[in-house]
Nanobody, 124 residues
Framework: QVQLVESGGGLAQAGGSLRLSCAAS????????MGWFRQAPGKEREFVAA????????RYADSLKGRFSISMDNAKNTVYLQMNSLKPEDTGVYYC?????????????????WGQGTQVTVSS
């Protein structure tokens, strides 16, 4: 059974940083692409970042380039999202997702498995 468990969310001040983690189990991690998506209150889920199998390719939402960074540790079956220079508009539930095609598409429909999400709240 595939499980994706996010952690690292919480409350941060504007300008601060958080690092989210997503631990995966039940899948061959190094053959999957991993993605992060987020959903703000009253808004649709949106793409944040993705990394292809083996970490060869990374993709980011244009608005987040330079502030967010995705990485993976195959030895720990974990993907990370480093978030810097946080803004109140970064507030939302952040979801980890896994894509068996391994290509890091920026669309939620490409992902087979999803975590439960972790709340990130950025205060001004």
């Amino acid at each position: 059974q595939v499980q994706l468990v996010e952690s690292g969310g919480g409350l941060a001040q504007a300008g601060g940083s958080l690092r989210l983690s997503c631990a995966a189990s039940g899948l061959t991690f190094n053959t999957y692409a991993m993605g992060w998506f987020r959903q703000a209150p009253g808004k649709e889920r949106e793409f944040v970042a993705a990394i292809s199998w083996g970490g060869r390719t990374t993709r980011y939402a244009d608005s987040l380039k330079g502030r967010f960074s995705i990485s993976m540790d195959n030895a720990k079956n974990t993907v990370y999202l480093q978030m810097n220079s946080l803004k109140p508009e970064d507030t939302g539930v952040y979801y980890c997702a896994a894509d068996s095609y391994g290509l890091a598409y920026p669309r939620s429909s490409a992902y087979n498995y999803w975590g439960q999400g972790t709340q990130v709240t950025v205060s001004s």
